[in-house]
C-alpha cells in the first residue's frame, strides 16, 4: 500500500523556538495532505487541510501565524511551530488521499507515523 | 461531515471474536465508512472500508445494514496484540479535498 513519512519522528525544543516537520508521500502523489494533533487518551484533531500551490485552509482555533504550513511540491508538505511553548507539545500526524481504490470504490487515506514534539 | 458514535471502551478475552459497532445516522449517499486502527504513538492504520452490504479482507469484516445508518467491525479471534484504539469514521470519499475527522474512537482491551 501507499506509504507516507514523517520526519522527525520525535523532537525536544526549548521553548521560543521553532520546530519543523516534513510529512512525504514516498509512492504518490497527493495534492492534498491534511495535519492532525493528538494530545494523550484523546482523539486526533484536524488542524489544517494542506493544498498543493496554494494556502492551507485552518480549522477553528488554530492560529495560522503559528502553525505554518508549506505544501511546495506533491508529495511533500511541512509543518513549523513557530515559536514553541510547553502547551504545543504533542503528537502530530499527516495524512495523504491516495487515489480511488481499487478495492472499495472510495478514497483511501494513509498516514504518517506521527511526530512527537516536547517542548521544554 | 456524518457524526459518529462509538462505545468509548471494550474488553475481550483471546481468542474471541469481537464487534464494535458504530452509529451514524446522517450518512449521506456518497458517504464511505471506513475504519482505522491506532497503536499508542503511532499513525492510524487502515483496517476496513465499505459502502454497503458486506466487506471482508485479511483482518476484519465489515457490515452494514440497508439502510447504513450504522455499521460494525468484526475481527476475529482477537490476540493481544490487537489492543488497541479503533475509530470509525465516515467521508465523503468522492471529494479528495475532504478531510476525515476522528470521534473518540472505541479503545479495546484484549486480555490473556
Known amino acids: 500500500g501507499a506509504v507516507v513519512s514523517q520526519h522527525p519522528s520525535w523532537v525536544i525544543c526549548k521553548s521560543g523556538t521553532s520546530v519543523k516537520i516534513e510529512c512525504r508521500s514516498l509512492d504518490f502523489q497527493a495534492t492534498t495532505m491534511f495535519w492532525y494533533r493528538q494530545f494523550p487518551k484523546q482523539s486526533l484533531m484536524l488542524m489544517a487541510t494542506?493544498?498543493?500551490?496554494?494556502?492551507?485552509?485552518?480549522e477553528q482555533g488554530v492560529e495560522k501565524d503559528k502553525f505554518l504550513i508549506n505544501h511546495a511540491s506533491l508529495t511533500l508538505s511541512t509543518l513549523t511551530v513557530t515559536s514553541a511553548h510547553p502547551e504545543d507539545s504533542s503528537f502530530y500526524i499527516c495524512?495523504?488521499?491516495?487515489?480511488?481504490?481499487?478495492?472499495?470504490?472510495?478514497?483511501?487515506?494513509?498516514f504518517g507515523p506521527g511526530t512527537r514534539l516536547t517542548v521544554t | 461531515l456524518a457524526k459518529t458514535t462509538q462505545p468509548i471502551s471494550m474488553d475481550s478475552y483471546e481468542g474471541q471474536e469481537v464487534n464494535i459497532t458504530c452509529s451514524h445516522n446522517n450518512i449521506a449517499t456518497n458517504d464511505y465508512i471506513t475504519w482505522y486502527q491506532q497503536f499508542p504513538s503511532q499513525g492510524p492504520r487502515f483496517i476496513i472500508q465499505g459502502y454497503k452490504t458486506k466487506v471482508t479482507n485479511e483482518v476484519a469484516s465489515l457490515f452494514i445494514p440497508a439502510d447504513r445508518k450504522s455499521s460494525t467491525l468484526s475481527l476475529p479471534r482477537v490476540s493481544l496484540s490487537d489492543t488497541a484504539v479503533y475509530y470509525c469514521?465516515?467521508?465523503?470519499?468522492?471529494?479528495?479535498?475532504?478531510?476525515?475527522?476522528f470521534g473518540k474512537g472505541t479503545r479495546l482491551s484484549v486480555i490473556a
Open positions: 494542506s493544498n498543493e500551490g496554494s494556502k492551507a485552509t485552518y
Open positions: 469514521l465516515v467521508g465523503d470519499e468522492d471529494s479528495g479535498n475532504t478531510p476525515l475527522v
Open positions: 495524512s495523504a488521499r491516495g487515489g480511488i481504490s481499487g478495492r472499495t470504490g472510495g478514497y483511501e487515506q494513509y
